[in-house]
């Protein structure tokens, strides 16, 4: 059982017990879509109180308690996540650069222990900080986080399995030494964060780059092994994408802005696969900083309504609707379409 969870300060009802956990259970399998609805919503305001009640009927003789059980785990879980992206989104605190990705992977494993994951990265940061004692050049400094990252601990880029969602998963990537652009360069600016080196994320159009903090015109390709590149390179680079360069594409960006481009790689992926229960869950954790963003607005609705969870997918079209139409860029007709469906449905 896991143990970070935290309380949301939401009104609970009475003190839960093992009667009335059961009965919330059974309710969330109710033909009726109202009953269903009210049970989840009084299970998510008791919230962390039933996790030790819902872990006890985790091997109930009822097949139907034990799903919904995982089902109403599930829930609190996601709540809770969503909750800390909302505590993050508003916190002046300093945190460590991989603090966003720690909770992406905890998304997805829920008995995840973080610590774990941040002695390995401090192990190996530690390891870097001897090899590199007595380094006064940036660069020298970077020759050597290379040889450290890619010769003697294996990180390379995943060329085989680019849209594997465990490419976006720390504790997969540091076990199986391989990930996409993004995270394997999280994992790159981590170590050298512990280490002493100033380096910046850079957010570039179809493929992320690191770059020195003390020249503009160097820049490092942590997917393919590490190589040099130039401003000029990576604005070639762009061009064989069909991205018209801009300098801006070249600037550094935030932890936040990491952590949200990780969340959308990560719903392409499972959109690939053809898992919307999935896609749909990032898409919420991409809403908690992106509230009003069209594409993603819509895509949560797309996937509500296929879902059949109609109210979720209405309110997403009153957010759109409240958007100007110019900022939209959704069509129109594609908005009507939706809307349509959930009449239908509804009716």
């Not at 594997?164 to 652009?181: A, H, K, M, Q, V």
């Amino acid at each position: 059982m896991t143990t970070w969870y935290k309380k949301t300060g939401t009104m609970r009802p009475m003190k839960p017990n093992e009667e009335m956990v059961k009965g919330l259970l059974q309710s969330i399998s109710s033909p009726q879509p109202s009953k269903r609805l009210k049970a989840k919503q009084l299970i998510l305001a008791l919230g962390d109180e039933i996790l030790g009640i819902l872990d006890g009927f985790s091997d109930h003789n009822e097949s139907g308690i034990r799903q919904s059980a995982a089902r109403a785990f599930i829930w609190i879980h996601e709540q809770n996540v969503l909750e800390r992206w909302r505590d993050y989104r508003v916190s002046t605190q300093r945190h460590c650069i991989e603090f966003g990705a720690l909770l992406i992977a905890q998304a997805e494993y829920p008995s995840l222990d973080t610590e774990v994951i941040s002695r390995e990265l401090d192990s190996m940061g530690a390891e870097l900080r001897r090899r590199v004692d007595g380094i006064s050049s940036p660069v020298d400094f970077v020759h050597a986080l290379n040889e450290h990252f890619f010769c003697e601990l294996g990180f390379s880029g995943n060329t085989e399995d680019y849209y594997e969602p465990r490419n976006s998963f720390l504790p997969d990537i540091l076990e199986r030494r391989t990930g996409i652009p993004i995270t394997l360069s999280l994992i790159y600016l981590a170590l050298a964060e512990r280490a002493g080196l100033k380096l910046h994320g850079i957010g570039m159009p179809g493929h992320f780059m690191v770059r020195l903090a003390e020249d503009a015109d160097f820049f490092i390709d942590v997917f393919h092994g590490g190589r040099f590149l130039t401003r000029q390179d990576c604005a070639d680079m762009m061009r064989t994408f069909r991205i018209e360069y801009s300098p801006q594409h070249l600037s550094p960006i935030s932890s936040r802005d990491i952590y949200i481009r990780m969340l959308r790689n990560l719903v392409a992926s499972y959109h690939r696969l053809e898992q919307p229960t999935k896609a749909k869950f990032v898409l919420e954790q991409v809403l908690v900083f992106e509230s009003t963003s069209p594409v993603e607005r819509y895509m949560h609705a797309s996937i509500c309504a296929e879902m059949g969870e109609t109210d979720a997918a209405i309110e997403d079209l009153r957010v759109l609707q409240s958007i100007p139409e110019h900022a939209r860029l959704i069509p129109h007709n594609q908005l009507v379409q939706l809307a349509t469906r959930l009449i239908a449905r509804n009716n």
